[in-house]
């Protein structure tokens, strides 16, 4: 807890992950004065922001405690129970994204459902309780057939794509509750980034590549190579319709198959994403940043592009702890990548940081980055 | 005090003021761990910095206890005493900038006879302890005669602009060591800001006008308008030569006049300085994330400009103590404009932030940032 009173605008994050940690950043430059709920003072954002508060963002007292003070309440996480946030809003709190919003990220059946109704490009899906659900949509909609949790689930864990009756029926042993899709054969994954401000501004970034390996991003091309302009802007259209029907309040990150012939929807995320950390540097306005004006309800900032080519690369936790060590190598060779790490532990698979490269041309860009979080990964020279 | 242990490097921050505040956004992104000695907890670095220590600057045994587990020790102000920064050296801990650089930017007699004998473009200069020193002085170099107390001016106090014996008599009244220096007659003010590593690398930003009200930088334009790039490369030079006959460690800001025949070295300082704000968005490396890499010894990040031209505006408090309320005007007028807030309660004439705008041409980017910065203070529409 802090010994200040503050100056200005509180604004209070439930969770104290990367994502809060990176919104200290633009908090620090607007005088907004952050707070974070963490489960442990050693978490991500907790090592950075004063006003840290020990609790459980699945109790609701814990919650009420946290939010006392606050000029607007937000999310690091899809975690927080829906109906708690709904109590909060009729506390008095103003919740930013609100529940009825933010189910539909918490909820890929709501989602869908919703989505649907709206004309948003979905795949085939229904709701499945058992291997006869199962194999009913793998009649209708061929196999291989995906089976999602239905909440909970992220980078991958949560979604097993089944190519038999044996498969479904490993899915369906974890025991939750569990929706089918059709199998979406595609080219590549985007991603669109938007934002809407409660009085109903809303602004795009541009559209990216989001390169995925294992189910977990590893790398994000902005702006999206060689995309057509017009898909470009229909997959903007897409996501600013979806942030405005479903009264998204603060950033909505869209990502999508791009299948040749069409987009199709995959899955919404209200929060600051992982497809958008190219922004701290790439764009005028971070998307950090984006998501304090918008919870705030002040005019939302520029998204244009810093530069023609940006490149950010995930750094994945490897055997090695020290990762300090490796910033020699990195920094001498490339005196502009621009390193972030999260002040995690490094386990293996774990996110525990990004690069980034900004510059003209797209190879050159991304060998720069690959080149830094290669190195800084696994101490590998390429 | 935290809470955890530290993941990555510890630098430790003499000084909890907005430029150990502006240097925390860098080191959240680099995974440095930032501690700072404050006087108080509502300081404006301590309100963003969870390592925050109370305790006395010129207190030794104060700076020992700060200075345990830190990988480095570096200053957000000048005023440590020049004997304990020597004592903690001496002590075995890694301080940045060491006492024999520090003391140039602390003793502006010292600075004066090193630059002297540097050959660097220096006033005529003397220590004056009384008035026949200083009418002597004048007989020599003409009125008027700058009067500047030795140690402890800053943004104009501790310099007096002498054009008689009457004003020099006012001036000797504050009873401080005083020196002597010869009126320049100048066009306008540049500064260059210069990084220099332990290892002896050094890289220097592009020169800068910078524009005064009252003793006071208002306004930054870089790079320099206009500026003949001989001159340009000229006061690179000059700057980098100071830093490592100095033997600097971290950023070296030197203040010059630029007479329209020739470049004077005004003041030196060694940390963060208001002349390279504008480098947080407009080059690819910060000024505060350029200082952290140099005190950790670290290679140092690309200067380069991210846009054309940058104008930086300081915010001084005005009369009205709720700056926040005006952010709805700026951000929606100028969606491109980035705001920073230093966490500090306004007084008149105080610094409270700054403005920053990027763009392609001199007069718009100029005049976007006096925009939002007349409006943030005085309410008023330009």
């Given at each position: 807890?802090?010994?200040?009173?503050?100056?200005?605008?509180?604004?209070?994050?439930?969770?104290?992950?990367?994502?809060?940690?990176?919104?200290?950043?633009?908090?620090?430059?607007?005088?907004?004065?952050?707070?974070?709920?963490?489960?442990?003072?050693?978490?991500?954002?907790?090592?950075?922001?004063?006003?840290?508060?020990?609790?459980?963002?699945?109790?609701?007292?814990?919650?009420?405690?946290?939010?006392?003070?606050?000029?607007?309440?937000?999310?690091?996480?899809?975690?927080?129970?829906?109906?708690?946030?709904?109590?909060?809003?009729?506390?008095?709190?103003?919740?930013?994204?609100?529940?009825?919003?933010?189910?539909?990220?918490?909820?890929?059946?709501?989602?869908?459902?919703?989505?649907?109704?709206?004309?948003?490009?979905?795949?085939?899906?229904?709701?499945?309780?058992?291997?006869?659900?199962?194999?009913?949509?793998?009649?209708?909609?061929?196999?291989?057939?995906?089976?999602?949790?239905?909440?909970?689930?992220?980078?991958?864990?949560?979604?097993?794509?089944?190519?038999?009756?044996?498969?479904?029926?490993?899915?369906?042993?974890?025991?939750?509750?569990?929706?089918?899709?059709?199998?979406?054969?595609?080219?590549?994954?985007?991603?669109?980034?938007?934002?809407?401000?409660?009085?109903?501004?809303?602004?795009?970034?541009?559209?990216?590549?989001?390169?995925?390996?294992?189910?977990?991003?590893?790398?994000?091309?902005?702006?999206?190579?060689?995309?057509?302009?017009?898909?470009?802007?229909?997959?903007?259209?897409?996501?600013?319709?979806?942030?405005?029907?479903?009264?998204?309040?603060?950033?909505?990150?869209?990502?999508?198959?791009?299948?040749?012939?069409?987009?199709?929807?995959?899955?919404?995320?209200?929060?600051?994403?992982?497809?958008?950390?190219?922004?701290?540097?790439?764009?005028?306005?971070?998307?950090?940043?984006?998501?304090?004006?918008?919870?705030?309800?002040?005019?939302?900032?520029?998204?244009?592009?810093?530069?023609?080519?940006?490149?950010?690369?995930?750094?994945?936790?490897?055997?090695?702890?020290?990762?300090?060590?490796?910033?020699?190598?990195?920094?001498?060779h490339?005196?502009?990548?621009?390193?972030?790490?999260?002040?995690?532990?490094?386990?293996?698979?774990?996110?525990?940081?990004?690069?980034?490269?900004?510059?003209?041309?797209?190879?050159?860009?991304?060998a720069r980055?690959r080149h830094a979080?290669v190195h800084?990964?696994?101490?590998?020279?390429t």
């Amino acid at each position: 807890m802090s010994s200040y009173s503050p100056i200005g605008p509180v604004v209070g994050v439930v969770g104290a992950g990367q994502l809060a940690r990176m919104t200290q950043q633009p908090a620090i430059a607007l005088g907004v004065e952050l707070r974070v709920l963490a489960n442990a003072p050693d978490e991500s954002a907790a090592r950075v922001i004063v006003d840290t508060r020990i609790g459980d963002y699945r109790d609701l007292g814990d919650l009420r405690a946290f939010a006392k003070g606050c000029d607007a309440i937000t999310f690091d996480h899809e975690h927080v129970p829906t109906e708690h946030i709904s109590a909060l809003a009729a506390d008095g709190f103003a919740v930013h994204p609100g529940a009825e919003a933010l189910v539909h990220a918490q909820d890929k059946a709501v989602m869908r459902e919703r989505l649907t109704a709206l004309g948003a490009p979905c795949p085939a899906w229904a709701r499945v309780s058992g291997t006869e659900d199962v194999t009913a949509f793998a009649a209708e909609h061929g196999w291989p057939v995906v089976l999602k949790a239905v909440r909970g689930g992220y980078d991958g864990r949560g979604v097993w794509v089944c190519r038999s009756v044996a498969d479904a029926e490993a899915a369906l042993a974890a025991g939750v509750p569990l929706m089918a899709e059709a199998f979406v054969p595609f080219e590549r994954e985007l991603a669109v980034l938007v934002a809407r401000s409660p009085h109903g501004q809303g602004v795009s970034y541009p559209v990216v590549e989001t390169v995925q390996q294992d189910g977990i991003c590893v790398e994000v091309l902005a702006p999206a190579p060689g995309l057509d302009p017009e898909e470009a802007a229909q997959a903007q259209r897409i996501a600013l319709q979806i942030a405005h029907e479903l009264g998204v309040t603060g950033l909505l990150a869209v990502e999508m198959f791009d299948t040749g012939h069409g987009l199709v929807v995959n899955e919404l995320a209200m929060r600051p994403h992982n497809s958008g950390h190219w922004t701290i540097e790439g764009a005028r306005t971070s998307q950090f940043e984006q998501h304090l004006r918008a919870v705030l309800d002040l005019p939302l900032g520029s998204p244009a592009m810093t530069a023609p080519v940006v490149v950010m690369a995930n750094l994945l936790g490897g055997d090695d702890p020290d990762l300090f060590e490796r910033y020699e190598h990195v920094m001498a060779h490339d005196p502009g990548i621009k390193v972030h790490f999260y002040g995690k532990q490094v386990r293996p698979g774990r996110k525990i940081g990004h690069v980034t490269a900004v510059g003209d041309d797209l190879d050159t860009v991304r060998a720069r980055a690959r080149h830094a979080a290669v190195h800084l990964t696994t101490g590998e020279y390429t």
